[in-house]
């Protein structure tokens, strides 16, 4: 069960009252953080399993839309916008390494009083994340995870040399990140980030995006997790990886490419489970009854 006691509603310049689910956010401070966090729990005679989904790189709660909604009538649910994300405000500039975030996570989860989590689901960096917090966790408050197009590997060259220019100090700098704001209200920058994905959003889901990346906060704190993000390193740490696991992976991603992405799951993460579908990198919004449908299927049969 997740407890309330510590959480309170968020005012509307916290969150906007026209934001998915916005009945379901709450606020929670942990030492310098405030979280926005989604909850959703239905009483039930019956135990039900919690489900806890993570956003990738420059994503936030939004991201899970369409999916909480199939997912809702079988478990409850948190979702959350990590530090530097959507609507958490955090005091910190500097560590939002991989190992950090999953430590503070895992804060999180203990103000909640959430003492174990059924499933994790992540998505991108998400699953990064995911896998880090079952690390730390070593078997005790995570059963399950659940990695969708999880960022294993670097982009492709191209990406790389489109993504460098905005990873230097001066990129990371407020005064970058302000004027980057700006543009992405007044250009296409947005609409064509979202389109080199693989993935075709509807305008909502646009729309969604091109708010939230307008805001300086929320660009600054995606770039630095960006910087911070160390794959090698949880690589190195794989072999203390033991939960039940499963990743799905979009043929069509770009950002994200199958093949070489199959091989290191391959090689560091042997015991996982690999289905593949047609999509881009943001096939969980573009298909979101079946990723529901599958990562259903996932848990019933583990």
Sequence with gaps: MISNKNTYIPKDSQVPND??????SRMVLVENILWHVQIFIK?????????MLIHG????????????????SKANIILIDLPGHGFTQDNFENDYSLTKIAFLLRKLLRILEIQSIDLVVGHSAGAAIGIELCIQSNLQQINQLIGINPSLIPPPFSYNMLLNSWLSPIATSNGFTSILSIVTKNTTMVENLLASTGSELNPQQKKLYK???SSNRHLKGAIQFMASTDLSELLNKSRYFKNNSTFILGKDDPWIQINPLKKIIYKYFPSSKIIENPGGH????????KISKQILNIFIQS
């Design 19 to 24: 934001w998915p689910h916005r009945e379901n």
């Design 43 to 51: 009483e039930d005679k019956k135990k039900r399993p919690l489900f």
């Design 57 to 72: 790189t420059g994503g936030g709660v939004h991201s899970w839309n369409e999916i909480v909604k199939n997912l809702h």
């Design 211 to 213: 708010r939230i990346f």
């Design 282 to 289: 943001l096939m969980h919004e573009t298909y979101p009854k």
